[in-house]
């Protein structure tokens, strides 16, 4: 990938409502993959439709936001985007969001420049994996909804994931050190997904 030509904008996918989770239920592993992979990662809600919106006005669209996983077979995801399309039956199956919604009134304290100074974490069987900050993420949300509402209309209770932190799925492990990598999600594992003031998230691998 280009990461030059691709740092202009905020790449972005559509991926399936029907398949949405809360926590405490179990992610069944699609019957092709045995390369299941977890996404920690932010979800901000629409709570005001618009087009084309503005930058400077796309935070007065949220309504909130809410921990996002965005659980993915990254064998199927791999061999699907050598097409040159996005990713769409690696990452149909299941998406995890909860376990409450918080308005960002309650999160100004936190505030910064790039979204909150919130600290985001994620363990497998309580072992952490993942940790990394909010702010810490590529793009904001004013980004995000500026861009995915260009020539269309994002309506209320359309759903926003941030893309994840550094280090923040199992993917990124194996890139950064192969040798360190723990392994894919296996049918028993648990998976326990947290930010603060957002919440936990906690899902067991189906088997």
Request: hydrophobic residues 40%; aromatic residues 8%; contains cysteine.
């Amino acid at each position: 990938m280009d990461i030059e030509k691709h740092s202009r904008y905020p790449i972005f996918y559509f991926t399936n409502p029907a398949a949405v989770i809360g926590s405490g239920s179990p992610v069944v592993r699609p019957k092709r993959s045995v390369q299941l992979d977890f996404e920690l990662e932010v979800a901000a809600v629409i709570g005001t439709a618009g087009a084309d919106i503005a930058r400077e006005d796309a935070l007065g669209h949220v309504a909130g936001y809410m921990i996002f996983c965005d659980w993915s077979a990254r064998d199927v995801q791999m061999d699907e985007m050598k097409l040159g399309l996005g990713p769409a039956k690696g990452k149909d199956f299941a998406n995890s969001l909860g376990p409450f919604l918080v308005t960002p009134d309650e999160l100004a304290p936190w505030a910064s420049e790039r979204g909150f100074d919130l600290r985001m974490t994620a363990s497998v069987n309580g072992k952490q994996l993942s940790e990394g900050l909010w702010s810490s993420v590529d793009w904001g949300f004013e980004d995000m909804i500026a861009f995915s509402s260009q020539g269309t209309r994002l309506r209320v209770g359309d759903v926003l994931g941030s893309g994840t932190v550094p280090t923040g799925c199992l993917l990124e492990h194996l890139g950064l050190n192969p040798e360190s990598f723990p392994g894919w999600l296996d049918p028993g594992d648990e998976v326990v997904l947290e930010i603060e003031q957002l919440g936990r998230l906690c899902h067991v691998v189906a088997r």
